[in-house]
Every structure is written in structure tokens, then in C-alpha cells.
């Protein structure tokens, strides 16, 4: 009913920038927060950006200033500028949203993750 489809990721060098997208699709009421996660080999998956509804932002401490998360509501889409990228930052992204349906309840839906690689 509900999919988000990331797109964007690739092979960078170190100091390079990509910008990742996530677009929500199907039978959406509205959308409360969308986020981007990222997880490496052997690594859990942890929080990179969340943006509310209103626009409110927050970044994990290691990309502050280098990460923008922005969205689109019109479209049902968020982004995320990844600037200045380091080795450390290679991993799959994954895009989240809480959607609210049309059908009853809530829900919270992940995307299939876009592979970010930056080489050193």
C-alpha cells in the first residue's frame, strides 16, 4: 500500500558530495517525520537526519554541519545533502517515514536502502 524508493547513492571520493532522495507513495493521509539511517558492515543501524512535519530538523553529532535533510511535503519526499563525505560515512542509507494511511492506524515504513560509498 505504502513503499518509500530511495535513489541517489554511489561511489564518491573523499570531499565529494551526493544527494539522496526518498519519495512515499500509495494511499497516504500525510506523513509525520521522515528520517535517514544508515548502517555499515557489522554495524547497527543508526540515525543520520529526522525532519518533522513543520520542517524541525536533527543530525547525529558525526554529521552535523555536513549533512542537510530537507522535504518536499507537496511531493512526499525528503533529501539529504551529504557534503564534505569521509570514508566513515560509507554504509546503506535507509529512508524512514511515519505515515499516517488512509486506511486505519499508523504506520512506520522503510525504504530499500541506497548504497553510499566514499573511497579514500
Known amino acids: 500500500q505504502v513503499q518509500l524508493v530511495e535513489s541517489g547513492g554511489g561511489l564518491v571520493q573523499a570531499g565529494g558530495s551526493l544527494r539522496l532522495s526518498c519519495a512515499a507513495s500509495?494511499?497516504?493521509?500525510?506523513?509525520?517525520?521522515m528520517g535517514w539511517y544508515r548502517q555499515a558492515p557489522g554495524k547497527q543501524r543508526d540515525l543520520v537526519a529526522r525532519?518533522?512535519?513543520?520542517?524541525?530538523?536533527n543530525y547525529a553529532d558525526s554529521v552535523k554541519g555536513r549533512f542537510t535533510i530537507t522535504r518536499d511535503n507537496a511531493k512526499n519526499t525528503v533529501y539529504l545533502q551529504m557534503n564534505s563525505l569521509k570514508p566513515e560515512d560509507t554504509a546503506v542509507y535507509y529512508c524512514?517515514?511515519?505515515?499516517?494511511?488512509?486506511?486505519?492506524?499508523?504506520?512506520?515504513?522503510w525504504g530499500q536502502g541506497t548504497q553510499v560509498t566514499v573511497s579514500s
Open positions: 524512514n517515514a511515519q505515515i499516517v494511511p488512509i486506511t486505519p492506524g499508523p504506520i512506520d515504513v
Open positions: 500509495g494511499s497516504i493521509f500525510h506523513i509525520n517525520a
Open positions: 525532519i518533522t512535519s513543520g520542517g524541525s530538523a
